[in-house]
């Protein structure tokens, strides 16, 4: 099962905002607070938010796609647009990969990851790195089955609670 990515422009914004709120809404809903997750909503998922990160020149957002129908998002970051400095030069950061929950345990991630490692690749990079909250074990162990080795970790503030993100890497 093939997906394909095609590249989000401002003119989506709206949709984007909503995808957004709903794919860390299922992600990380039943592990969270209400109050936490309206925090982050209100704070790092608005339009005026995403549309700064939209626009920044080296951030890219991708819808991922199979059958022409959305199926979740990317997000990768560049350069300066990195949430860590790892590599300068030499790595890219996935910061945002979601996909709809009635998508997810398809093979979709293992495809998503494929064309990411491409992308990267054709811009010549050598390393791709991302950021994995400790609790959620299923990505864990997919980026881990895939290669990815734990190199650091940091903080990811949701709300009033600092929770622990693995930060993982993979040579490409």
Do not use: C
């Not at 005026?48 to 990768?76: M, T, V």
């Not at 300068?88 to 991630?109: A, P």
């Amino acid at each position: 099962m093939s997906v394909t990515l095609d590249f989000i422009s401002i003119e989506s914004l709206s949709k984007l905002v909503k995808l957004s709120v709903q794919t860390f809404e299922e992600t990380f809903g039943h592990k969270n607070t209400k109050e936490n997750m309206a925090w982050y909503f209100k704070t790092k998922m608005n339009s005026e938010q995403l549309k700064k990160e939209l626009l920044h020149p080296n951030s890219d957002f991708y819808w991922i796609l199979f059958r022409k129908k959305i199926i979740g998002y990317l997000k990768l970051n560049f350069n300066d647009a990195q949430t860590e400095v790892v590599n300068l030069g030499e790595s890219f950061e996935i910061e945002r990969i979601y996909i709809l929950s009635n998508f997810q345990q398809k093979g979709f991630g293992k495809d998503v990851l494929s064309k990411v490692i491409s992308l990267g690749k054709n811009k010549g990079f050598s390393y791709l790195w991302l950021g994995v909250w400790e609790q959620n074990e299923n990505a864990i162990a997919f980026y881990t089955k895939k290669g990815f080795e734990i190199f650091n970790r940091h903080v990811f503030q949701l709300g009033n609670d600092p929770q622990t993100d693995l930060l993982m890497g993979l040579k490409i």
